[in-house]
């Protein structure tokens, strides 16, 4: 069965460093999200792709945070610097379309531990 | 604006009892509903989805969820809990004229007691 693959999947840093997660969707998956989930908390979106363009990026911290999708596949996301409020888990999924009615994969997700 | 309500933090249930999982929800037009789960350090797996048709859903792993329109409701259910089941369940829903990305509840903790 294919998954949504995340790397790394566990990261610690200090404040004031840069930090980057990479995702690899489902192959032939159009579309891809990354959201962010604080420890009890649902999943907030952060950045949705279609193909190598930005559909959404209301929700993201622009100052400090930044995602690419290069070629239309797999996708990073960065920040720099990281804050002490950035401790989460940080969450990517990808769909077949953008349509509202398609379902959402997710990956395992990497827990980022700002000290 | 779309939203998600879980109203309970946290449910036990005794093995080999049904289980139910609460969620309401509140968009403007009609609403697309997901039900996930999450284990611990992990993402999101998904359960099943109402988009239209049928108000009862079967997913996986026994799981079905009921749709009420007057209620404005998606509870998750299941006939028989098993230990295995328990874990972080996560409503989601969509709004047919709103934005593309999900919106999710705070969680519910599903504790099946062997």
């Known amino acids: 069965e294919a998954e949504v693959a995340q790397s790394p999947r566990y990261k610690i840093t200090e404040k004031s460093q840069a930090v980057a997660f990479w995702c690899d969707p489902i192959s032939g998956h159009a579309t891809l999200y990354w959201y962010r989930q604080i420890l009890g908390q649902g999943p907030e979106l952060l950045v949705q792709f279609q193909d190598e363009s930005v559909v959404d990026d209301s929700q993201l911290p622009k100052d400090r945070f930044s995602a690419e999708r290069l070629k239309g596949v797999d996708s990073t996301l960065k920040i720099q610097p990281a804050e002490l409020g950035d401790s989460a888990m940080y969450l990517c999924?990808?769909?077949?379309?953008?349509?509202?009615?398609?379902?959402?994969?997710f990956g395992p997700g990497t827990r980022l531990t700002v000290l | 604006a779309q939203s998600v309500a879980q109203p309970e933090d946290q449910v036990n249930v005794a093995e080999g009892n049904p289980l139910t999982v609460k969620c309401t929800y509140s968009?403007?037009?009609?609403?697309?509903l997901f039900w996930y789960v999450q284990y611990p350090n992990r993402g999101l797996q998904f359960l099943l989805k109402y988009i239209t048709g049928d108000n009862l859903v079967k997913g996986s792993y026994g799981f079905e969820a009921e749709f009420n329109k007057s209620q404005t409701s998606f509870h998750l259910k299941k006939p028989s809990a098993l230990v295995s089941d328990s874990a972080l369940y996560f409503c989601a829903v969509r709004d047919k004229g709103g934005a593309n990305n999900l919106f999710f509840g705070t969680g519910t903790r599903l504790t099946v007691i062997p």
């Open positions: 968009v403007s037009g009609n609403p697309y």
């Open positions: 999924a990808s769909s077949g379309q953008v349509e509202v009615t398609d379902t959402q994969y």
